[in-house]
């Protein structure tokens, strides 16, 4: 005999509240129902709760009906397609669901080689992030497991040598900033100019195109590499113990001119 789902969702549900009883995790999960009775499934019902656990989405309260749908506070009715509930989404609704948080990703990756693809043997979001342990994205992303499972390497290692030299460049920068802080003078104007180059550059990798990534990084570096050497010789100037002032108002121009060179380097797309 065939268990109705309801029933039997309701008897697991009644026992998990049973076991979460004690201990007690964060009350934002508490109040989740999804999370309460996955949470004491067994196979692939559960694993998605321990692999969402301890994902940057987990830190954000990103829970599991952000992404399927449903009513988090009503065990009875959580998975009513009336509250919303999707189920296991189709690969091709994947991007529109990341991408109602994650809109120029999204609008980036549709209009991509890989976009293009979807659901002809191109990845979605999920191929690369993972779906439930998703966490902080960086370059690291970009290797040969990953990408040379439907085609060769060569393109991607490509794109990944010009971002790496980029990501270099300023990480070093922040490093020489940091030295100047650390010496009295004022770096916030510089820091924010460059945490916004760096936010600008981060925004490059969806579009996989080669071509692209390497003219944008070159120019980034060149404009950067100018900023460096004024970087490099307020360093100098602090080490022969100058005055701060002098440093100060320095720093304020840099920052005016990443900012303008950003601009410069952004209005032509
Ligand atoms: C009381 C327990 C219970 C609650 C509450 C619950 N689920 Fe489920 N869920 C289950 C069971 C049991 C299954 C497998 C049977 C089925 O598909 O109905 C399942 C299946 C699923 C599936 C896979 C469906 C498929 O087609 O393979 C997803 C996705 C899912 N639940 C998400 C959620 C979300 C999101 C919530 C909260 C809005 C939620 N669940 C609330 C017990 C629960
Ligand atoms: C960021 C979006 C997102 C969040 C948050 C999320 N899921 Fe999922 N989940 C997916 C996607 C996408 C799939 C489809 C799998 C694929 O194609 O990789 C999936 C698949 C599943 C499945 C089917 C697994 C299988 O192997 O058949 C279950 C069950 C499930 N999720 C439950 C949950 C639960 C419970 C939570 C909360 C702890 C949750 N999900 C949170 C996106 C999400
Ligand atoms: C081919 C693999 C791949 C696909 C497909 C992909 N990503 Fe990414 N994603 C990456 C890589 C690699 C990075 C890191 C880029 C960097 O550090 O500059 C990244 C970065 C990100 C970031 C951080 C961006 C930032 O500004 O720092 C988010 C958010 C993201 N991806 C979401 C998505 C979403 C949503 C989709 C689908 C619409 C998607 N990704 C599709 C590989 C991929
Ligand atoms: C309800 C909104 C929402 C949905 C839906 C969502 N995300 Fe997120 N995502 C967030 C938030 C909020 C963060 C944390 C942002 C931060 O701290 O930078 C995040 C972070 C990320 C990051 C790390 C970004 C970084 O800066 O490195 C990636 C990668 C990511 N999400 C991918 C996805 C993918 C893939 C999906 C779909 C399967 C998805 N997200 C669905 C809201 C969402
Ligand atoms: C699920 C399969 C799949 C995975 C995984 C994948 N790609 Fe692709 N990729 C494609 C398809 C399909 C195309 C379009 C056809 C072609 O150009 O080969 C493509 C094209 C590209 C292109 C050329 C774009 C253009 O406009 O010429 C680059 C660059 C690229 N991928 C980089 C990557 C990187 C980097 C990764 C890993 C982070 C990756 N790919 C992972 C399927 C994939």
Redesign the pocket.
């Known amino acids: 005999m065939k268990i109705p789902t309801s029933i039997f969702a309701l008897m697991s549900f009644l026992a998990c509240t049973l076991v979460l009883a004690f201990p007690a995790p964060a009350a934002s999960q508490t109040q989740n129902v999804c999370i309460q009775c996955h949470g004491s499934l067994e196979g692939r019902l559960g694993k998605p709760v321990q692999q969402w656990q301890g994902s940057i989405h987990e830190q954000d309260g990103v829970t599991c009906n952000e992404c399927h749908g449903g009513d988090p506070k009503d065990a009875v009715n959580a998975m009513s397609p009336a509250r919303g509930f999707i189920g296991v989404p189709e690969e091709k609704d994947?991007?529109g669901i990341?991408?109602r948080c994650?809109i120029?990703?999204?609008r980036d990756?549709?209009a991509s080689a890989?976009?293009k693809a979807l659901g002809k043997g191109?990845?979605?979001?999920v191929?690369?992030?993972g779906n439930h342990a998703i966490n902080?994205?960086?370059?690291a992303?970009?290797n040969e497991r990953?990408?040379s499972r439907c085609h060769s390497y060569e393109r991607a290692g490509e794109l990944k040598d010009a971002?790496v030299k980029t990501?270099t460049l300023i990480t070093t920068m922040e490093d020489k900033i940091d030295t100047i802080r650390k010496g009295g003078t004022d770096t916030e104007p510089l820091e924010k100019a460059l945490f916004s180059a760096r936010?600008q550059?981060?925004?490059?990798?969806?579009d996989?195109d080669v071509k692209k990534v390497q003219n944008e990084s070159a120019r980034i570096n060149r404009d950067l590499g100018k900023i460096d050497a004024s970087l490099e010789a307020i360093l100098k100037k602090l080490h022969e113990r100058r005055i701060a002032g002098a440093i100060a108002v320095g720093s304020a121009l840099l920052a005016a001119l990443i900012l303008y060179l950003l601009r410069k380097t952004y209005e032509k797309n």
Do not use: D, K, Q, W
């Open positions: 994947i991007p990341c991408g994650h120029g990703v999204n990756y549709l890989h976009g191109g990845p979605s979001c191929t690369c992030h902080r994205a960086s370059l992303l970009i990953s990408c971002m990501e936010n550059f981060h925004t490059l990798f969806h996989v």
